[in-house]
């Protein structure tokens, strides 16, 4: 786990924390985030962003007059974790609007307790549709899977130059299972073939036997809808068992911990995702060097920009809202257009989905290189 400032540490050993404005009114935002556990690093990189969004935020003089004190509760990346976190923050910490989760499958836990309280809820980064179908209260400012499957089709048989993939998913991610579904349909209807599917579940480090069944099919490339941790211990594999192919995924790939696991072996490797800090629009630059010296120098990634991003359009709807009254900041982030953030314009559709362009990552050198940008 990175290092921590003091405050940060607490949060970690305490579950909760905030933003304390010592001696001021304030306007409550709660965060559900994976601190620690399987996909802490989504949840760090993410919080961090969120932190850096409310710091200048409060530093400019906050939003209707008042300071917004964050409070944050780990879900440690557990299952049912995240209705407890949230269910703790509406009851006990009085929030007004909550921040989170990064990952599908704990948004899908969470959003119904949201949503029946009527607490506006807003994902950085939860691709799966089912997410916002929860109800009218629920929003995110990523792009959705449908999207990024549609991308990763015409990345693999326009830029790979790929007819026959292989794809190994798992069974046990909302994220991985979606992601899989808005692939394979657009890549075939386009002429690729499937030539086989493997599956494995969350927590498996031993992908040996599906990678020798995919060796034998005779494939190009292999598609891999998973997170950061498998993704790098599936290119592991694939080296040793003498695939030199590519492997390319999804946003679940993006964490330092890819290149960190994965070492040599996910060079070669693609994915796609919501931003690059190779970018040189003057807002991502601003935020790049915003964010390194707040966080010892790390870059920021694509979920640092997208927590930064969904505290942004959050505080915006309280502030064109003008109140902080549920309801009412609900109709202010449906009628979000336009909203200029460091992962591009964000306008809600009508099922409280942000339109984007994606981009995709290159693994070359041991870095995580900006190749291109990408729509359907």
Sequence with gaps: MPAFP?????????????????????????????????EAAFGQSSHKGTVLAIETINAAGGVLGQKIELFTEDNQSKPGEST????????????????????????????????GAHIPMVSPSSTNPKVTQIGSYIFRVCFIDPFQGAVLAKFALNSLHVRRVGVLSSVSSAYSVGLRKYF???????????AIEQKYAEGDKDFKAQLTAIRA????????????????LIAKQARELGLAI????????????????????????????????????????????????RWGGEMPD??????????????????????????????????????AGVTGATS????????????IIAIKDGRFRFLQTAAP
């Design 348 to 359: 809600m559709d009508a099922d409280r989905n942000a339109s984007k362009a994606a981009v």
């Design 217 to 232: 099919a005779g494939v190009e490339a292999i598609f891999v809808p998973g997170y950061y941790t498998e993704a790098a």
């Design 84 to 115: 407890t976190a949230v269910r703790k923050l509406i009851s006990r910490d009085k929030i007004v609007a909550l921040l989170g989760e990064v990952a599908s499958s704990r948004s899908l836990e969470a959003a119904p307790i949201a949503q």
């Design 184 to 194: 394979v349909e657009p890549y075939v209807a386009a002429g690729g073939v499937i």
């Design 246 to 293: 590519p492997l390319f995924g999804g946003d679940g790939w993006e964490a330092p911990q890819l290149l960190e696991i994965g070492g040599t072996a996910v060079e070669g490797c693609f994915y796609s995702t919501h931003y690059s800090p190779e970018n040189p629009a003057p807002m991502v630059q601003e935020f790049v060097k915003a964010f390194q010296p």
């Design 6 to 38: 003091r405050f940060h540490l607490l949060l970690l050993i305490l579950g909760s924390a905030s933003l304390w404005l010592q001696g001021q009114d304030a306007i409550r935002i709660g965060e559900f985030a994976s601190l620690t556990g399987k």
């Design 302 to 339: 694509a979920m640092a920009a997208l927590g930064y991003d969904s505290a942004l359009v959050l505080v915006d709807a309280i502030k064109r809202a003008g109140s902080t009254d549920g309801a009412r900041i609900r109709d202010a982030l449906a009628a979000t257009r336009n909203f």
